[in-house]
């Protein structure tokens, strides 16, 4: 559960031999969990569970019904990670599940007439902090007075997100919220560096603009 997620430091060649030992270490485990190794199973897992929930999180609004598409997403992992072949690192093979997972429960809910929302209660920071802002649960419970505040400012918050343009809101979601570096963002939305620089540049100033007499 207290696995770290990726590291932020984007194009720091220490975060990059960090990460790439990361891959090497999961790509053991998934050779070994596909030959039946269920110790390898429970260390993906381990590795990965809290960056699935926040992925979830992020996306489905409620932390509770992230944790149960968490759940879901590794009784399906644990299923076909025969299929997994190694062509792309494999954070991002499961994000595909995490999403459709996602897709999955909101639509289950839509069934319901459930009104969907998108909280981003538990963004740490303020919009337009460096690359080292981090989006995690909080690790101590606030008192009263700052639970009131910080929901009011994150219902702000999450309001000015959800003006934003679909184009912006993801990248700056998946930036921040799934922690990836500008290159994995890249080979997810199939887009050169140099257009993912600019376009969080964009994305920032725009929740900048949206955010200006708040913060």
């Not at 799934?178 to 994305?203: P, Q």
Request: with cysteine; charged share 30%; glycine share 8%.
């Amino acid at each position: 559960m207290n696995q770290a997620g990726p590291n932020d430091s984007a194009g720091s060649g220490q975060g990059g031999a960090e990460r790439a030992a990361e891959e090497a270490q999961v790509a053991q485990w998934v050779r070994a969990a596909q030959e039946g190794d269920r110790d390898a199973l429970a260390r993906i897992i381990e590795c990965y569970q809290d960056r699935v929930w926040r992925r979830a999180r992020y996306r489905i609004g409620d932390p509770d019904e992230a944790w149960e598409v968490t759940q879901d997403v590794f009784i399906i992992c644990l299923r076909k990670i025969g299929q997994y072949r190694g062509d792309a690192p494999f954070w991002f093979w499961l994000m595909r599940i995490v999403d459709n997972q996602v897709r999955n429960r909101q639509g289950w809910w839509r069934r319901r007439r459930r009104a969907q929302t998108f909280s981003l209660e538990d963004l740490g920071g303020q919009a337009g902090d460096d690359e080292k802002t981090a989006f995690d649960p909080p690790d101590s419970a606030p008192s009263p007075r700052q639970e009131a505040a910080g929901r009011e400012a994150f219902a702000i918050l999450e309001t000015k997100m959800g003006e934003l343009s679909a184009e912006h809101r993801e990248i700056l979601l998946l930036r921040f919220a799934d922690g990836l570096a500008y290159e994995e963002i890249a080979a997810t939305l199939d887009i050169s560096l140099g257009t993912v620089k600019s376009r969080i540049n964009r994305a920032r100033a725009e929740l900048r603009e949206k955010m200006k007499d708040y913060i």
